[in-house]
């Protein structure tokens, strides 16, 4: 079965610090990727997403991450955290041949100004 | 757009009581529904899967009789937690789809955190 893991599950970082976020998952096959974000008592929204073509993908509010097919990774970079940056990080992995998402056990950061 | 609401967003009930969670995408119509259960500090597990006039397809582990899915309408997916018992606490997320059989496109509801005495 497809897993997805996370190593930090807590960070802490200073504003204008540099951030990344593992992610590694188990499936050896095509892979779409995911990361979501959870602000403080809101929804999981939608971050960016891997499924074909260039291994490095942006998505909003400056984010990006890295498909490393030899590494079964697909880590979250972002070169300058806020202070509004601070939530949960999900790593997801569409399982493959059906329409359901794996989800790592999240990230949470926190941003100090 | 893509805004999926649920409701309540919080219920608190007795131990042997049942209860109905709602989760209504507001702006599209969803084909297929999603329902997650999370545990504090943990992540999300999928329950189970709903495709608008069918039945719902439930992950190994979860009991189809215990947690009942309805997907009535293209904008209108139930969770009833039928006799529930404390160890039912937990936070319930549904996400909603616009594409059939493609989960890449889930927009995620608030969450509804229940609580059973």
């Known amino acids: 079965a497809q897993s997805v893991s996370q190593h930090n599950h807590h960070v802490i970082l200073s504003e204008a610090a540099s951030l990344e976020l593992g992610c590694n998952y188990s499936y050896g096959g095509t892979v779409n990727l995911f990361w979501y974000v959870q602000y403080p008592g809101q929804h999981l929204q939608l971050l960016l997403k891997?499924?074909?073509?260039?291994?490095l993908v942006k998505g909003i509010k400056g984010f990006e991450a890295e498909f490393i097919k030899s590494k079964f990774s697909f880590n979250l970079r972002k070169p300058s955290v806020q202070w509004s940056d601070t939530a949960e990080y999900f790593c997801?992995?569409?399982?493959?041949?059906?329409?359901?998402?794996?989800f790592g056990a999240g990230t949470r950061l926190a941003v100090h100004p | 757009g893509a805004v999926v609401s649920q409701h309540p967003s919080r219920v608190i009930c007795k131990s042997g009581t049942s209860v109905k969670i709602e989760c209504r995408s507001l702006?599209?119509?969803?084909?297929?529904m999603f329902w997650y259960r999370q545990f504090p500090k943990q992540s999300l597990m999928l329950m189970a899967t709903?495709?608008?006039?069918?039945?719902?397809?439930?992950e190994q582990g979860v009991e189809k009789d215990k947690f009942l899915i309805n997907h009535a309408s293209l904008t209108l997916s139930t969770l009833t937690v039928t006799s529930a018992h404390p160890e039912d606490s937990s936070f319930y997320i549904c996400s909603a789809s616009p594409v059939a059989g493609v989960g890449e496109t889930q927009y995620f509801g608030p969450g509804t955190r229940l609580l059973v005495l």
């Open positions: 997801a992995v569409l399982s493959g041949g059906y329409n359901k998402l794996i």
């Open positions: 891997y499924f074909s073509g260039d291994p």
């Open positions: 709903s495709n608008e006039g069918s039945k719902a397809t439930y």
């Open positions: 702006d599209f119509q969803a084909t297929t």
